[in-house]
C-alpha cells in the first residue's frame, strides 16, 4: 500500500534562517505531489505541485520554493524565513494527472513555527 | 475558478445526535467534490467524493454527502455524532485539471 512521510514532525526556527521540510511516496511511481499551507484556523493554501521530475508549479508567490529531485520526493525550502512563513505544512499526492480525477492523499504535516 | 464556502466556521453537536455540514462551491461545470476530516495536528483523510453517477454518496465512518447540482451544495451528513467525530471537516471542489480548492473549514465539537 500507498504511504506518505514527512519530516521534520515539528519544527522551529528563528526568522531569517533557512528552511527545508522533506516528503516522500512509498508504494506508487510518477505520482503528482503537492505542498499546502495551513494558517491557524484558516483553510489550506496550495504552494506547488508536481506533475514529475524538475516539474514544479508554484501557485502562490513567495520566498518559498519547492524540488524534486526523485520521482517520489518532494522538498520545500526557503532560503530566508519570514515570521508569516509560520504554519502547518502538508504534503500530498495524486496517482492521476488530473487533480479532478483522483482524490490527493495527504501526509501528517509538519508543524513550523518562526520566531 | 472555483471557490467553495462552508457557511459554519464552528458547530456543536451532542453525542448521538444527527450533524449536518455545509457546503457551497462556485464551479461552471460538473465538479469533483470531496469531503476530508482532520484531526488536531494531523494530515486530513478522505471522506468521502463525488465525481459522478448517484448524487448521494457513502463514506467512511457511516458518513455521506449529497450533491445537489441545482443548490451547487454537497452537504456532508451523519445519522449519530460519535465523539471521536470531533475534528475539522474541509469541503473540496476539483476541475479535471490541477484545480483543487478547500473550503475554510468547519471545527465539529461534541459534547457528551
Known amino acids: 500500500s500507498q504511504t506518505i512521510h514527512q519530516w521534520p514532525a515539528t519544527l522551529v526556527q528563528p526568522v531569517g534562517s533557512p528552511l527545508s521540510l522533506e516528503c516522500t511516496v512509498e508504494g506508487t511511481s510518477n505520482p503528482n505531489l503537492y505542498w499546502y499551507r495551513q494558517a491557524a484556523g484558516r483553510g489550506l493554501q496550495l504552494l506547488f505541485y508536481?506533475?514529475?521530475?524538475?516539474?514544479i508549479s508554484s501557485e502562490v508567490p513567495q520566498n518559498l520554493s519547492a524540488s524534486r529531485p526523485q520521482d517520489r520526493q518532494f522538498i520545500l525550502s526557503s532560503k530566508k524565513l519570514l515570521l508569516s512563513d509560520s504554519g502547518f505544512y502538508l504534503c500530498a499526492w495524486s496517482t492521476s494527472p488530473f487533480a479532478g480525477a483522483q482524490e490527493q492523499y495527504f501526509g501528517p504535516g509538519t508543524r513550523l513555527t518562526v520566531t | 475558478a472555483q471557490s467553495v464556502t462552508q457557511p459554519d466556521i464552528h458547530i456543536t453537536v451532542s453525542e448521538g445526535a444527527s450533524l449536518e455540514l455545509r457546503c457551497n462551491y462556485s464551479?461552471?461545470?460538473?465538479?469533483?467534490l470531496f469531503w476530508y476530516v482532520q484531526s488536531p495536528g494531523q494530515g486530513l483523510q478522505l471522506l468521502l467524493k463525488y465525481f459522478s453517477g448517484d448524487t448521494l454518496v457513502q463514506g467512511i465512518k457511516g458518513f455521506e454527502a449529497e450533491f445537489k447540482r441545482s443548490q451547487s451544495s454537497f452537504n456532508l451528513r451523519k445519522p449519530s455524532v460519535h465523539w471521536s467525530d470531533a475534528a475539522e471537516y474541509f469541503c473540496?471542489?476539483?476541475?479535471?485539471?490541477?484545480?483543487?480548492?478547500f473550503g475554510p473549514g468547519t471545527r465539529l465539537s461534541v459534547l457528551p
Open positions: 508536481s506533475v514529475g521530475i524538475g516539474q
Open positions: 473540496a471542489v476539483a476541475d479535471d485539471g490541477q484545480n483543487f480548492v
Open positions: 464551479y461552471g461545470a460538473t465538479p469533483y
